[in-house]
Nanobody, 124 residues
Framework: QVQLVESGGGLVQAGGSLRLSCAAS????????VGWFRQAPGKEREFVAA????????SNGDSVKGRFTISRDNAKNLVYLQMNNLKPEDTAAYYC?????????????????WGQGTQVTVSS
């Protein structure tokens, strides 16, 4: 069992930066791939980024490439999402998820555990 808690969301102006954190409980966290997704009102949950269990592989969604970076610290059971050059269209609730299968890393179907989300709002 893995429990996930996101933090770091907030209100930021366009062009600004935020760093989201995903804190995990459970001794086996380092054996799971972890992904970030986001969901804006009235829209489907969208893949943002993912990182393999060791941190050796990453994947980013097309809309955030070159702006967002995912990383992890397995010693602290933390995964981060550094978001730079934020745009109003990045406004959404951001969720981390764990236990993904790498072949389904961009799909919500590939994940077993989900956090409750943290809101990111980017003003123009």
């Amino acid at each position: 069992q893995v429990q996930l808690v996101e933090s770091g969301g907030g209100l930021v102006q366009a062009g600004g930066s935020l760093r989201l954190s995903c804190a995990a409980s459970g001794r086996t966290f380092s054996s799971y791939h972890v992904g970030w997704f986001r969901q804006a009102p009235g829209k489907e949950r969208e893949f943002v980024a993912a990182i393999s269990e060791s941190g050796g592989r990453t994947s980013n969604g097309d809309s955030v490439k070159g702006r967002f970076t995912i990383s992890r610290d397995n010693a602290k059971n933390l995964v981060y999402l550094q978001m730079n050059n934020l745009k109003p269209e990045d406004t959404a609730a951001y969720y981390c998820a764990a236990a993904g299968r790498w072949g389904l890393i961009t799909s919500t179907r590939g994940y077993r555990y989900w956090g409750q989300g943290t809101q990111v709002t980017v003003s123009s």
